[in-house]
């Protein structure tokens, strides 16, 4: 299985809702990563967890949280977002994510979010 | 932080012409990878090249590093209307992997 899962697939929120994405992988991948997309843009990294132990944020605002609640599954909760965090959240696995040579990311379907 | 630009942005072709896209780093890379994501798709996986000057094919893609490491390029050969895309590189550094500003490919048949 060379899958990476993603729920749901769109998601309409208002800007005081809580909400989660969710993301799984069954490849025993060590390494798991949040991204956000936005249209015509490349991926933007947004979390790195390494091991079930977040290692990398980069500076992404409180209202975004990631959870790693076990090697398979990556939760990112979401709370009291605004309109510009519309865009698509993809979530990707590799092997691991450790030294100098980097494995190959596969991504999920990803999650198309409309803040209104 | 690290930027990575690619040219160029956008590119229409006709079907059965070559297409190029260039990765250009302004810092020498330890490897490139490079990602394919189809409209309304999710970026998928080609191809890493981590030696100075390799080359490598894949059917009518071929992927070149450049010899000082600073640069890649993805070469298609007559293309297809399958191959409508964005096309990213994606360099690695410190556990993350950070995308190259994409070009944009639209074949017309």
């Known amino acids: 299985d060379t899958e990476v899962t993603q729920t749901p697939k769109h998601l309409v929120m208002g800007m005081t809702n809580k909400k989660s994405l969710k993301c799984e992988q069954h490849?025993?991948?060590?390494?798991m990563y949040w991204y956000k997309q936005k249209a015509k843009k490349p991926p933007e990294l947004m979390f790195v967890?390494?091991?079930?132990?977040?290692?990398i944020n980069e500076s992404v605002p409180s209202r975004f949280s990631p959870e790693c609640p076990n090697s398979s599954l990556l939760n990112l909760h979401l709370h009291a977002l605004q309109p510009e965090d519309s865009a698509l959240y993809l979530c990707a696995s590799s092997r691991d994510s450790a030294g100098d040579y980097y494995n190959e990311q596969f991504f999920g379907p990803g999650t198309r979010l409309t803040v209104l | 932080g690290q930027q990575v630009m690619q040219i160029p942005q956008y590119q229409h072709v006709q079907e059965g012409e070559d297409f190029t896209t260039y990765c250009n780093s302004s810092t020498t890379l330890s490897n490139i990878q490079w990602y394919k994501q189809r409209p309304g798709g999710h970026p998928v996986f080609l191809i890493q090249l981590v030696k100075s000057g390799e080359v490598k094919k894949q059917k009518r893609l071929t992927f070149q590093f450049g010899e000082a490491k600073k640069n890649s390029s993805l070469h298609i050969t007559a293309t297809q209307t399958t191959d409508v895309g964005t096309y990213f590189c994606?360099?690695?550094?410190?556990?993350?992997?950070?995308f190259g500003t994409g070009t944009r490919l639209l074949v017309s048949p």
């Open positions: 490849m025993g991948h060590r390494a």
């Open positions: 967890y390494s091991y079930e132990k977040l290692s």
């Open positions: 994606a360099v690695t550094g410190f556990q993350k992997l950070v």
